[in-house]
């Protein structure tokens, strides 16, 4: 193979925001919602998510080494790039941009939520309802999470789309145009499970 | 829409600024024109007004204005420049089109030899890159190749049509000094002359270039380039074909056992 390297990386970057990151946020998201139905219903929820077999090996090379390659390798493209939506104005540049914005976003939002969940976890702190109840028991809180939710879900519906394009899924105008839908209503229906949960666990709802 | 005698009463000169650059290293700087109006003039004319007769609008002397120019009828793609922040050809804008003060700049992306003159080397280098060519030349006669339908023959047509301009690297966010991406119109060429019957008997080695650093991975799809193209050209549908080519190709080569390069199965 010639310098084929960063034809490979990029692939395996695209690669893993669908598959292991993308479905493990559909499992994540649907555990967060059983809050939906009660604290009590929650927690049996996280008893049996926690207790899983081989859940640390799943934790690493599910979730964590795949974030972080698809994180790092994210950041890089996000800075070789050059926003220019000053002077060209369209939805799609609009969508690029978003894109890059929202993945800078998430390596603060994901540090942080990994840091006061995961983290205090393995020092001790009881994975229950409570645990995210006391998260966003305040006002700031709840904001930084509805957005890290909002950029996640973005992130993944856009990436979808994109997705479709970069394996050359979806090739002509109207293919992609109908991704666009697709993609949209991803965005809708994630945000609704994700922030619908949230904002029962602050007790909002 | 004026008609030609209302045309011929507005007698208001027109008003330029035009941002200057004396030599490679130079610096940029804005110097405003004013040139007599006639009716149906485009930006290449009242440039060659003002090179007819260098004079600023503070009325001082000055250097006549740089630019580059072949065709005169958007075939050629070299007179492209921002005109009123919009890469384009300077000889199809015409006068009575344009906002004034209509403000003339080069295209950002390549390096400027003089004024509004730049170089855009880069693009013939990429499709050098790609072997944008059918390679038929030999030592004695192939006989007549095989024939093309005709309903891929007219899109073909299409994708032909690029003249090299440079204005979709202009509008690329991923076309800049910190990335080595070729931009989107060679990338659409590989589809053009890998869909050629005798060109995809080198299918495989554009693709293999496609795969290299600054290839067709680099696009972010923004998609900006299929919005500015003068020509239409589907530059995004082109970018996601020439992604399918080569993921089957690169599986292809790894898993096959012919390495990818029998020429025919590659499937578009
Ligand atoms: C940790 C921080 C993250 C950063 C910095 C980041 C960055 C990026 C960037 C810059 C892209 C655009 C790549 C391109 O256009 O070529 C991208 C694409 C993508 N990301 Fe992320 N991302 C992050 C987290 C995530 C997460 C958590 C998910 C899943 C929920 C995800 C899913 C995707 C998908 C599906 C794509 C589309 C891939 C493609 O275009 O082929 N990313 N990411
Ligand atoms: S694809 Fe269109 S915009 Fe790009 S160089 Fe060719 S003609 Fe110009
Ligand atoms: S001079 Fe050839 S395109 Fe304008």
């Given amino acids: ?18 598959i292991p990151i993308g479905l493990f946020l559909l499992s994540h998201f649907t555990t967060n919602y059983f809050i939906v139905r ?13 207790g899983v077999p081989y859940r640390l090996f799943l934790e690493v090379f599910v979730i964590f080494i795949p974030i972080i390659l698809h994180g790092v390798y ?12 000053g002077r060209y104005t369209y939805f799609r540049n609009w969508m690029y941009v978003l894109q890059r914005f929202s993945g800078i976003f998430l390596v603060v939002f994901i540090t942080w939520h990994v840091w006061e969940t995961r983290i205090a976890a393995a020092m001790g702190t009881a994975v229950d309802a409570s645990m995210m109840q006391n998260i966003v028991d305040n006002w700031f809180m709840l904001a930084f999470y509805i957005v890290g939710i ?44 994700g922030v619908r949960s949230i904002l029962t666990f602050a007790g909002v709802l | ?32 024109f004013e040139v007599p109006y006639r009716p149906n003039m485009n930006v290449i004319s009242a440039l060659m007004e003002i090179r007819r007769n260098p004079v600023n609008a503070a009325g001082e002397k000055t250097t006549p204005i740089n630019w580059d120019m072949g065709c005169l009828e958007e075939v050629c793609g070299a007179c492209s420049m921002v005109i009123n922040g919009t890469p384009r050809q300077s000889c199809t804008a015409l006068v009575d089109k344009l906002e004034q003060p209509i ?9 400027i030899v003089r004024d509004l003159q730049v170089d855009r080397q880069r693009m013939f280098d990429a499709l050098k890159k790609v072997k944008a060519w059918v ?35 202009e509008a690329c966010p991923n076309v800049n000094d910190r990335s080595n991406f070729i931009g989107p119109a060679a990338l659409s060429q590989v589809r053009l002359f890998n869909s050629h019957p005798t060109g995809a008997f080198h299918k495989e080695e554009r693709l293999e270039a496609l795969m290299e650093d600054g290839g067709i991975m680099q696009c972010g799809n923004a998609q900006n380039c299929v919005e500015v193209c003068p020509k239409g050209i589907p530059l995004t ?32």
């Fill in chain 2, 1 to 32: 829409m004026a008609t030609p005698l209302e045309q011929k009463t507005n007698q208001k000169p027109v008003q330029f600024i035009v941002q200057r650059q004396d030599g490679p290293d130079g610096k940029a700087y804005d110097e405003a």
């Fill in chain 2, 135 to 169: 390679p038929i030349d030999g030592t004695y006669d192939l006989g007549p190749g095989p024939r093309m339908p005709e309903n891929k023959r007219q899109w073909a047509y299409e994708l032909s049509k690029c003249m090299t301009c440079g204005v979709c690297l």
């Fill in chain 2, 237 to 268: 549908t082109s970018i996601a074909a020439m992604n399918r080519q080569t993921t089957l190709h690169s599986f292809k080569k790894f898993f096959g056992s012919d390495e990818g390069r029998t020429g025919e199965a590659v499937s578009r």
């Fill in chain 1, 1 to 18: 193979m010639a310098n084929h390297r960063d034809f490979v990386g990029r692939k395996i970057h695209s690669l893993l925001g669908v």
């Fill in chain 2, 103 to 111: 403000r003339l700049q080069p295209m950002q992306t390549f390096p």
């Fill in chain 1, 150 to 193: 909002l950029a996640t879900t973005f992130h993944l519906a856009n990436g979808l789309w994109t997705f479709c394009i970069t394996w050359g899924i979806t090739q002509s105008p109207a293919s992609q145009k109908a991704m666009s839908y697709v993609a949209a209503l991803v965005f809708i229906g994630l945000s609704f499970v």
């Fill in chain 1, 38 to 50: 009660g604290e009590e219903d929650f927690n049996k929820a996280a008893e049996i998510v926690g």
């Fill in chain 1, 74 to 85: 994210g950041v890089y493209i996000a800075f070789t790039g050059s926003a220019n939506t």
